[in-house]
């Protein structure tokens, strides 16, 4: 139902944040999601019903990292 979410992957949201970003990190995982504003840095929480339903794509998934040795 809902998509799969993790710490450090990067969202584009519908709408832009009042600063004008888009991009969104994930920093907080729980039945509220703490997201990160990649141009400001403010922080808000949304249900994850609400970031399903404002989410527009996944922009880079925390998978996707390779770590460094």
Not at 17 to 30: A, N, S
Not at 42 to 59: E, G, I, N, W
């Amino acid at each position: 139902m809902f998509p799969d979410y993790q710490i450090g992957d990067v969202v584009r949201l519908r709408k832009p944040h009042p600063c004008g970003g888009y991009e969104w990190k994930i920093i907080r995982l729980g039945a509220d999601i703490g997201l990160e504003c990649l141009t400001c840095q403010r922080r808000v929480m949304l249900s994850r019903r609400d970031l399903a339903h404002r989410m527009k794509a996944f922009v880079k998934r925390a998978q996707d990292e390779v770590p460094s040795s």
